[in-house]
């Protein structure tokens, strides 16, 4: 029974262990500080496999660059005598770029507001746009103050519409829904439909790792700049975009999985000095420099998507990426394109995948240390379990463009791994106890052996003799015990040593020691206790034994009578010995004076000095 008890309790402390894992991530994933965090974390584990990986990407050589980087920033400013420089330049530009026939021209940069006393610029500019299908531009939506700026209308043709099958991406957030735009050139915006946002947004930790391929503006839905450009060099045109139920953004055979807010997760690539995060990248003032040279063929532009931007950092367009921390915002535009044509974007897992990943690798973590007995070996393979499974995580980044995340189930791990470590302590000292018990309880009766009645006998004796107190002894033997076993049968004396026991253990304090002495003797030690209150304790379990009816088996109830005999220390005793010698000579008195009672020696050596002087 004991042991069916013991394995019974291993198994509900595993149970629990494993309802606990539940309960610490029930809580963490709902509690918004606490999950908050813990993304911060798993973010940054995707910045360490971005940059492990980023060596073994390369960039797309139809990708080009022209900065406005410190050089052109500074030249540009004394070549012209202001900054910004004014927009007829821009305007030659994009023309003697046409003359090597790229396929697109983008500007990451807003025209914004007319220049004074510069209409004729502005006017280059917006012919230019007028007279170029591939040439595009940016604008910005936000939710500045109404007062401070008025809303614009925009023209239905930069609009764009988006039939989503997707149950969980959420187009009504407020990182992709404004109410405000920042107005540029109206000619800009009559001459082309080629105008696309340049919004972005940062994780909570400040770094750009998505990016809003779509944002809403009064309620109706504008394409990134880079959506449009890219698909100007695919040669693809969308009136309306469509979101299958895996939230996936299909263009023809790419797919573009967004997150639940409509953002794609960007695969970065490798950022090397001098190029905007790795591409090939030219400088504007050279640039310009070989337009007024007639040395423009020097570049190649041919078949070429041209991303013209800032990466100054005095025009503040500058962002910290998982690989790059200083990014300009062109370079962004650039890896969303060229993710689009490796059709190579991140694939999130969602939360109840990893927490499928944690429970399998909870679940190995548990029969590891169920297995493995050493401490060090199943730490040793713990870790092992932890670090292939980062290796492996980092490997499907790599190939599959997924994203596993590892901060979950590696502290899932964690807590599972403690908390089994508690299990094991607890088993053990269960293991322990049940030892302990059984090498020190009588089987049949349930109390005390012998041994541990000599062990508790000597402790108690020298504790006495140390502190100068005292400690009794009580033995107790059942009468006419034989006649049970003879008469009815073992199994009936088996049952009354049980019952005899069990009625003493109910007639003494909780500090007192029930043993069984040998055969059908048993005994109790008493710490603490004179000579006088141990004999009433006697007599309190004399007289329970004799009023109760002791049950035989199923039909057969008889009387049950005991004797007993009690010694004290150092009153009857100087030693284990002694005591336990002074016992059993009150318990033999009581036997041959009629049984059924406590014998006291003392007494009766009186009491026949009293009769001889009579």
Not at 558 to 563: A, E, G, H, P, R
């Amino acid at each position: 029974m004991d042991s069916l008890n013991f394995n019974f309790n291993k198994k509900n402390v595993l149970i629990s262990s494993i309802f606990a894992i539940f309960i610490i991530f029930f809580l963490i994933l709902n509690f918004s500080n606490i999950a908050g965090f813990f993304n911060i974390i798993e973010n940054k584990t995707f910045d360490l496999r971005q940059n492990i990986i980023a060596p073994y990407k390369k960039v797309s050589n139809d990708i080009v660059i022209i900065t406005i980087d410190d050089k052109s920033y500074e030249g540009l400013t004394q070549k012209f005598g202001e900054w910004p420089v004014p927009r007829g330049v821009y305007a030659k530009l994009v023309d003697d770029l046409q003359k090597q026939h790229p396929k697109v021209i983008t500007f990451d940069l807003m025209f914004v507001n007319p220049m004074r006393y510069m209409k004729e610029n502005d006017n280059a500019l917006i012919r230019v746009f007028e007279k170029y299908q591939n040439l595009y531009t940016a604008i910005n939506f936000d939710n500045q103050d109404r007062r401070s700026r008025k809303p614009i209308e925009l023209p239905e043709k930069l609009m764009t519409s988006v039939i989503s099958s997707s149950k969980t991406i959420n187009f009504q957030n407020e990182k992709i829904s404004f109410s405000n735009c920042r107005f540029i050139l109206p000619g800009i915006i009559n001459a082309t439909s080629n105008i696309g946002h340049v919004n972005m947004t940062r994780s909570d930790d400040g770094i750009v790792r998505t990016l809003p391929v779509f944002v809403k503006y009064r309620d109706d839905f504008y394409p990134h700049l880079g959506l449009k450009t890219v698909n100007e060099y695919l040669n693809q045109k969308y009136d309306i975009y469509n979101i299958d139920k895996n939230n996936n953004l299909l263009l023809n055979n790419i797919k573009i999985p967004l997150n639940n807010e409509g953002f794609a997760i960007l695969n970065w690539y490798e950022s090397q000095n001098g190029k905007v995060g790795g591409y090939t990248t030219y400088s504007l003032f050279d640039v310009i420099e070989a337009m007024e040279q007639n040395t423009l063929n020097e570049f190649d532009f041919k078949d070429k998507i041209i991303l013209i931007g800032t990466s100054a950092s005095s025009l503040y367009d500058i962002k910290s990426a998982p690989t790059d921390k200083f990014l300009p915002g062109v370079g962004l535009i650039a890896t969303f394109i060229n993710n689009v044509l490796d059709n190579n974007f991140i694939y999130k897992l969602n939360i109840q995948v990893n927490l499928i990943i944690s429970l399998l690798l909870s679940g190995v973590t548990i029969l590891i240390l169920l297995l493995i007995n050493s401490t060090f070996i199943s730490v040793a393979l713990t870790l092992s379990l932890a670090i292939i499974y980062i290796i492996f995580s980092t490997f499907i980044m790599h190939y599959f463009n997924i994203w596993a995340g590892i901060t979950l189930p590696l502290i899932m791990m964690t807590v599972t791994f403690i908390l089994m470590y508690i299990y094991k302590y607890l088993i053990k000292a269960k293991d322990l106890e049940y030892t302990y018990k059984l090498a020190t309880t009588d089987a049949m009766t349930g109390l005390y052996n012998h041994r541990y009645f000599q062990e508790q006998m000597f402790l108690s004796v020298e504790t006495a003799k140390r502190y100068e107190g005292v400690t009794s002894l009580i033995l107790i033997d059942i009468d006419f015990f034989k006649k049970f076993n003879d008469t009815y049968g073992h199994q009936a004396g088996d049952a009354v040593l049980k019952q005899v026991a069990q009625v003493i253990r109910q007639n003494i304090r909780t500090t007192d020691i029930p043993c069984r002495y040998g055969g059908e003797e048993m005994s109790v030690i008493l710490s603490n206790t004179n000579y006088e209150k141990a004999l009433l304790t006697a007599q309190k379990i004399c007289d329970a034994v004799a009023s109760k009816q002791f049950k035989l088996n199923s039909v057969v109830t008889v009387n049950v009578t005991i004797s007993l005999g009690v010694a004290s220390f150092p009153k009857d005793a100087k030693s284990v010995e002694d005591m336990i010698e002074f016992a059993d000579k009150n318990l033999y008195l009581a036997k041959e004076n009629g049984r059924n009672q406590v014998g006291n020696f003392v007494k009766q050596n009186n009491e026949n000095e009293n009769i001889d002087n009579n």
